[in-house]
């Protein structure tokens, strides 16, 4: 069970890298760059719901802290389920 864990750990905090690169790199390169692209066909799908929930106030889009902040409540309740579990 440990192994999982891991992983999906791994996994959530991957997620977490994307979506913090996202945000600077929206900031100096182009939508269009290789890299920027791929983060954002990862990262944009996760993206989108809580755009159309929570328009940017300001000018300022807070989505990607909410879906930092939802990240890490999903990591935590599978990995405390996954603990009870085994």
């Known amino acids: 069970m440990g ?9 959530f905090w991957a997620l977490s890298i994307l979506v913090v690169a996202e945000v600077i790199l929206s900031y100096f390169m182009s939508p269009y ?12 799908p996760l993206l989108n ?28 309740i599978l990995v405390n389920l996954l603990r009870r579990i085994g």
């Not at 192994?3 to 996994?11: D, E, L, V």
């Not at 990607?64 to 902040?69: D, G, N, S």
């Open 3 to 11: 192994i999982i864990i891991s992983i999906i750990q791994f996994i």
């Open 33 to 44: 760059h290789p890299i920027r692209a791929f983060i954002s066909k990862v990262i944009g």
């Open 49 to 76: 719901p809580i755009r159309r929930l929570v328009p940017p106030i300001m000018s300022l889009d807070f989505s990607p802290l909410i879906l930092l902040l939802l990240l890490q409540l999903f990591e935590s």
